[in-house]
Nanobody, 116 residues
Framework: QVHVVESGGGLVQTGGSLTLSCAAS????????MGWYRQAPGKQRDLVAT???????NYADSLKGRFTISRDNARQTVFLQMNSLKPEDTAVYYC??????????WGQGTQVTVSS
């Protein structure tokens, strides 16, 4: 049994910052890539950023420079630091975890709302 739980969402003003966390727990031997995606109302779920087990990060082009993804392999946790937030960043943010020998798991999502 694997659990993926996000935290850290909330309401923030334009220009503010938030840090999201996502922890995987359960029967996990090793984790490949971890990542963040987001879905705004009425829109598809889009890539925000991913990070490999060795720390190589990939970002959506529009978010480079404002968002930073990192991970703590020992704690099976991935983070997303979001700076200079804009109203268009408002969305539900989902964590995706690719577990070796098991498969891909998604978290339940955490709401981020940026007020103008």
């Amino acid at each position: 049994q694997v659990h993926v739980v996000e935290s850290g969402g909330g309401l923030v003003q334009t220009g503010g910052s938030l840090t999201l966390s996502c922890a995987a727990s359960g029967t996990i031997y090793s984790i490949n890539a971890m990542g963040w995606y987001r879905q705004a109302p009425g829109k598809q779920r889009d890539l925000v950023a991913t990070i490999t087990s060795s720390g190589s990060a990939n970002y959506a082009d529009s978010l480079k420079g404002r968002f930073t993804i990192s991970r703590d392999n020992a704690r099976q946790t991935v983070f997303l630091q979001m700076n200079s937030l804009k109203p268009e960043d408002t969305a539900v943010y989902y964590c995706k975890v690719d577990i070796v020998g098991v498969g891909v798991y998604w978290g339940q999502g955490t709401q981020v709302t940026v007020s103008s």
